[in-house]
């Protein structure tokens, strides 16, 4: 059975390489990402954000970040799942949980930044509320170019 955890420092390489795998065979990786996926306890954990971890039978499947943006909007973000994992649904089942999690944390919003060649993610997306907004022309993201809401 797959369980979902928080983060703790003993995930901290599996957090890496499952974000810098997927980052790699879809896109390419970011000096940003680098940095963050590099040290999540100071990018993401500190400023007030979440980690987690899909866990079965203490094997690490998949992970997903929620990145502070303002007290009560949270970016949804490093999203991955491990290669031979895939098409287990674990990435929606770590979603529903941020969403659940975001909800009984009273959050205002979560944000995401994709790419449209993420087809499937972009649908599960929309399928789960949440509705495409603009995307700032500062974007951290280099590779995204659609930006997306849920609003609680």
């Excluded at 009560?72 to 991955?80: D, G, H, P, W």
């Excluded at 999690?101 to 995401?112: D, P, V």
Aim: charged fraction near 25%.
């Amino acid at each position: 059975m797959i369980e979902i955890v928080p983060f703790s420092k003993e995930f901290t390489t599996h957090f890496y390489k499952l974000n810098l795998e997927w980052l790699e065979t879809f896109f390419y990786v970011e000096d940003f990402d680098r940095e963050v996926l590099s040290n999540p306890q100071k990018y993401i954990i500190d400023p007030g954000g979440f980690i987690f971890f899909a866990l079965e039978d203490g094997e690490v499947l998949g992970t997903v970040a929620l990145m502070k943006n303002s007290d009560r909007i949270f970016e949804l973000t490093k999203m991955a799942v491990a290669p031979n994992q895939r098409g287990r649904k674990i990435g929606q089942k770590l979603l529903t949980h941020c969403i659940d999690f975001g909800r009984q944390m009273s959050f205002e919003a979560l944000i995401l930044y994709s790419n449209r060649k993420l087809e499937n993610a972009i649908h599960i997306y929309r399928k789960h509320g949440f509705t495409e907004i603009a995307v700032e022309p500062n974007s951290p993201y280099v590779r995204s170019n659609i930006k997306m809401k849920l609003t609680y």
